[in-house]
């Protein structure tokens, strides 16, 4: 699973087997991703597709029934612009 709302990386759970990996912070780099990520989710919600960031890596876009992996931003933006997005 990628981050919940309101759990940072790091986050304690009460689940003991639940666990994160820390990452350092480079807030130049981690902000653009952040506003690259919140900009294609907006998107995607708009023409009715989930967007989840996965603990393992990558990117699982969603509607209905399907879904599909991607294994970085770029990749979710190409999905984007096959369904008609700009």
């Known amino acids: 699973m990628g981050r919940a709302i309101g759990e940072g990386v790091g986050a304690a759970s009460a689940d003991p087997l639940q666990t994160y990996q820390t990452q350092p912070f480079d807030f130049a780099i981690t902000g653009d991703i ?35 992996h991607c294994s970085d931003l770029a990749g979710v933006r190409q999905f984007y612009s096959r369904i008609g997005g700009r």
Do not use: P, Q
């Open 34 to 68: 952040d506003k690259a990520l919140g900009a294609i989710t907006a998107r995607l919600m708009a023409e009715g597709y989930s967007l989840h960031e996965l603990a393992c890596g990558g990117y699982l876009v969603a509607r209905w029934d399907r879904t599909l």
